[in-house]
């Protein structure tokens, strides 16, 4: 019978291997001149996933895995942009089966992990569902990287034009709104659009299996 571990998120922090690839992902992205997805993205991502399930009070263990499979989401951007949700599934198992996590639990992230991108994204699980929510709700200016050209990449300006963003969960009217301020003199809502509309199909999916309607205000103005 293996020797199984209870491993909380804070020992998924403190994790140096964990902590390596999380940035070595993000340095690749760098290079290639995508938005950061290091720490801030892989804490913002944890806490936003573990929050949405408590808020819906779902099992403690479960809202822990939320932030454990929210922290390790990007890691595969190490091996490559494309396909970067299966093999940081990947990875994620080869890391959390040494760490000796229960094979349930490792199971349940790594479905997380390898079904949040968008391409071949589904809510799967609870927390593949909160997953989504997370990752897909982190737009902002800080995601923009010191040398990046506004004029020549649309990511770069929906995320810098983003003035102030919440993701908000009312248990009891069973809704889940994405509400964000964002500045049309850097970028158009119509900007937004062209490249959000599939994720926020995803989110409006991800809410569903959670049991929730998913709204978006985008300045004060209900979109969906
Ligand atoms: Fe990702
Ligand atoms: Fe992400």
Redesign the pocket.
């Known amino acids: 019978m293996a020797d199984y571990q209870a491993l909380s998120p804070e020992d998924i922090f403190k994790n140096p291997e964990v902590r390596c690839y999380i940035e070595s992902g993000n340095n690749c992205l760098g290079s290639i001149g995508f938005t950061e997805?290091g720490l801030a993205?892989a804490k913002r991502?944890s806490h936003y996933a573990q929050r949405i399930l408590e808020s819906l009070g779902y099992p403690a263990r479960t809202c822990e895995l939320a932030a454990i499979a929210g922290y390790m989401?990007?890691i595969g951007n190490t091996v490559n942009r494309a396909d970067h949700a299966h093999s940081g599934a990947l990875m994620a198992f080869t890391l959390l089966n040494k760490l000796q996590m229960p094979p349930e639990e490792i199971a349940m992230v790594c479905s997380a992990i390898g079904h949040?991108d968008e391409k071949t994204a589904y809510p799967v699980n609870p927390l593949a569902a909160a997953l989504i929510l997370s990752?897909k709700s982190?737009v902002r200016r800080t995601r923009v990287r010191k040398d990046a050209v506004l004029a020549a990449d649309i990511h770069d300006r929906v995320n810098y034009a983003v003035e102030d963003m919440r993701l908000e969960i009312d248990p009891e009217q069973k809704v889940c709104t994405f509400n964000i301020v964002i500045d049309t003199e850097i970028c158009p809502v119509m900007e937004y659009f062209e490249i959000f509309l599939e994720r926020m199909v995803l989110c409006r999916k991800a809410a569903r299996t959670l049991g929730l309607q998913f709204e978006l205000i985008i300045n004060n103005t209900r979109l969906l």
């Open positions: 997805h993205h991502s989401h990007d949040h990752d982190d």
